[in-house]
């Protein structure tokens, strides 16, 4: 008998990362006792790996889309049967990034087809996913292919702060040729949409952060503030979204985690995720907005310099785990 929905999956990310290991952790945690009903889309032997690096005991069931789920054993869609012995705690290669891309595969094809709610990822190894074949900057990018999702913003989330990047992953000296006013409007609409949908907000509150220090200070400092950030908030503004700014960036994220604003809409990666780490770098979530599918992920790295000493956190992870199931939840609840 197939298994109940909603079921989330948890990818394993990168094999030789701290992914299989705040797995393993996430698992044993007893204060964790009412998760939901999940699958490990990953390998059994690198799980096994884990387990033992963190001196637990775990029973890893291999397990397929219409078989029940074990009670006493944590189910593994075995997407990947790696060598042990081939295996080198943080020196990923194109055959982790192989593995590690297979996982999101079968990950994205298995909600498409209803198996499952919605998936929560384990950090992976850009390079070893390029050396491996897949010419993507990272998760986003990849699940918006996959997904045929043109439009797709990064998301990190916390109780205290929530950020939304207009670029992403690309060299700081290239942000300013990378801005323009349509996808800077598309990313305030994006977050509007992505806080009333999907964390069931009715007025969301949203700032706009400047790229420039002091907003520019009137051309001063640069131009793009006038040019092009303030037209896309007049733009967002004159659609029904309640979005401020420029405002200067090094008091707007102090004024959002102080309830001011529920969400950031920032410039450039670092520009977010540097005050959002300092306030959530535990407990951080990431989530991919705009996908017709629901995926949340850990707020870090593979962190290979402490992978394979079981010193890694959980904590990221269970609140990735609990917001997809929140996320699923409320798009259930707004559907027609």
């Known amino acids: 008998m197939p298994p109940a929905i909603p079921l ?11 992914g299989p290991e705040i797995i393993v952790r996430y698992f044993t945690d007893d204060s964790l006792a009412g998760r939901p009903p999940l699958v490990v889309v990953g390998d059994v032997v690198a799980l096994r790996r884990a387990a033992a690096v963190c001196a637990v005991s775990l029973n890893f069931l291999p397990w397929q889309p219409d078989e029940s789920l074990p009670e006493r054993a944590v189910p593994v869609l075995p997407v990947s049967r790696l060598d042990a012995k081939a295996l080198a705690w943080g020196k990923p290669d194109a055959v982790t990034g192989e593995a590690a891309a297979s996982y999101i595969l079968s990950a994205v ?37 996959l997904t045929q999702t043109p439009c797709c913003h990064m998301m990190l989330a916390g109780n205290k702060l ?85 405002l200067p960036p090094d008091t707007v994220f102090h004024s959002a985690a102080d309830g001011r604003y529920d969400a950031v809409i920032c410039m450039y990666h670092d520009q977010g995720l540097i005050p959002f780490k300092l306030l959530h770098f535990k407990d951080g979530v990431n989530v991919t907005c705009g996908l017709p599918i629901v995926r949340t992920s850990v707020d870090h790295g593979t962190a290979y310099d402490i992978a394979g000493t079981g010193q890694a956190s959980h904590e990221s992870l269970a609140s990735a785990v609990s917001m997809a199931v929140a996320i699923a939840r409320n798009r259930q609840r707004a559907a027609p």
């Not at 989330?8 to 030789?16: N, Q, R, W, Y």
């Not at 002091?214 to 309640?242: C, K, V």
Request: one cysteine or more; proline letters at 6%.
């Open 162 to 246: 929530r950020v939304m990047l207009v670029t992403i992953h690309c060299p700081l000296g290239e942000v300013s040729a990378r801005l323009n006013r349509e996808e800077i409007f598309a990313c305030i609409r994006s977050c509007d949409t992505t806080l009333r949908r999907d964390f069931a907000m009715k007025h969301p509150r949203l700032a706009v952060a400047a790229l420039n220090p002091h907003s520019g200070e009137n051309g001063l400092f640069g131009d793009e503030e006038a040019r092009l950030i303030r037209p896309a908030i007049e733009q967002a503004r004159a659609a029904g979204i309640d979005a401020h700014g420029p």
């Open 109 to 145: 094809r298995l909600i498409q087809t209803g198996v499952f709610a919605g998936m929560i990822t384990a950090p992976i190894s850009k390079k070893a996913l390029r050396d491996a074949g897949y010419f993507y900057p990272g998760h986003t990018e990849m699940l918006s292919a």
């Open 8 to 18: 989330f999956a948890i990818t394993m990310g990168c094999p030789v990362g701290i």
